[in-house]
């Protein structure tokens, strides 16, 4: 009977490990995809989040008579 505790335990465990590593592929392949994308889009948030515009951020019409963080101070 402890026998085929065991077993069915590294089972349950053989199964996990397979899950994640599918996970961490996928991830891999979804950020090969789209990361540059990610990677631009975090910088310019950053970037505005510091009060400096960012490069690749379209404005628009409503945006031009609001202030942001670099005028702050003034």
């Not at 009977?1 to 891999?28: C, D, N, P």
């Not at 970037?47 to 005028?71: I, Y």
Request: proline fraction near 1%; charged fraction near 20%; hydrophobic fraction near 40%.
């Amino acid at each position: 009977m402890f026998k085929s505790r065991v077993k069915q335990l590294g089972q349950g465990m053989t199964e996990y490990i397979i899950i994640v590593a599918l996970i961490a592929i996928a991830a891999i392949a979804v950020y090969s995809i789209f990361g540059e994308t990610v990677r631009t889009q975090v910088g310019n948030m950053s970037k505005e989040l510091g009060g400096t515009k960012g490069d690749k951020a379209a404005p628009t019409v409503a945006d031009e008579g609001k202030k942001g963080l670099d005028s702050f101070s003034n």
